[in-house]
T-cell receptor, first 112, second 112 residues
Framework: DAGVTQSPTHLIKTRGQQVTLRCSPKSGHDTVSWYQQALGQGPQFIFQYYEEEERQRGNFPDRFSGHQFPNYSSELNVNALLLGDSALYLCASSTGLAETQYFGPGTRLLVL | GDSVTQMEGPVTLSEEAFLTINCTYT??????LFWYVQYPGEGLQLLLKATKADDKGSNKGFEATYRKETTSFHLEKGSVQVSDSAVYFC???????????FGKGTKLTVNP
């Protein structure tokens, strides 16, 4: 049973560029959440997708957007990259309103 | 707003020592509480959880008790191993909200 998978594992971009990160949830899960983890900090909630709709959003600017596909996989898009967007981006999946979120290994983004 | 405060790290212990990592929270209502662990280069793994006051979560020798009166959820282990070296995150999730709110993490190093 595959867990949560994310791609790519690492990414280097320059300021002003756009990036797309991808996540496949754990088998049987229909809900995907995205978190940003800056170096030395705890993860910060970006948003959550359920039934292809954004269900809840954290305190992130509109440059951060997402999408969920009919197969429950998800993408995180970040436009107009800033140096401060450098972080580990974590995807977590769960079923509906279940308590437990299962995390993927993350995508490490470096913005130069 | 809701928040989680963890003891500052890093924490360095010898193998078989007793471990306590303090965690306190600020939130209205009755949140669910979690401990996640992050091994080097990996994503987060759920270690244990508790969903109501006085509940004790336990896993792999780790324990934490949900104390409503002190708004705390301290992590303990009686005898740590080198393989327990990792970063530990305390987190909360309020009913009706999808997001996890994390503390900043505590890095634990266990020496042989």
């Amino acid at each position: 049973d595959a867990g949560v998978t994310q791609s790519p594992t690492h990414l280097i971009k320059t300021r002003g560029q756009q990036v797309t990160l991808r996540c496949s949830p754990k088998s049987g899960h229909d809900t995907v959440s995205w978190y940003q983890q800056a170096l030395g900090q705890g993860p910060q909630f970006i948003f959550q997708y359920y039934e292809e709709e954004e269900r809840q959003r954290g305190n992130f600017p509109d440059r951060f957007s997402g999408h969920q596909f009919p197969n429950y996989s998800s993408e995180l898009n970040v436009n107009a990259l800033l140096l401060g967007d450098s972080a580990l981006y974590l995807c977590a999946s769960s079923t509906g309103l279940a308590e437990t979120q299962y995390f993927g290994p993350g995508t490490r983004l470096l913005v130069l | 707003g809701d928040s989680v405060t963890q003891m500052e790290g890093p924490v360095t212990l010898s193998e078989e020592a007793f471990l306590t990592i303090n965690c306190t929270y600020t939130a209205t209502g009755y949140p669910s509480l979690f401990w996640y662990v992050q091994y080097p280069g990996e994503g987060l793994q759920l270690l244990l959880k508790a969903t109501k006051a006085d509940d004790k979560g336990s896993n792999k020798g780790f324990e934490a008790t949900y104390r409503k009166e002190t708004t705390s959820f301290h992590l303990e282990k009686g005898s740590v191993q080198v393989s327990d070296s990792a970063v530990y995150f305390c987190a909360l999730r309020k009913g009706g909200s999808e997001k996890l709110v994390f503390g900043k993490g505590t890095k634990l190093t266990v020496n042989p």
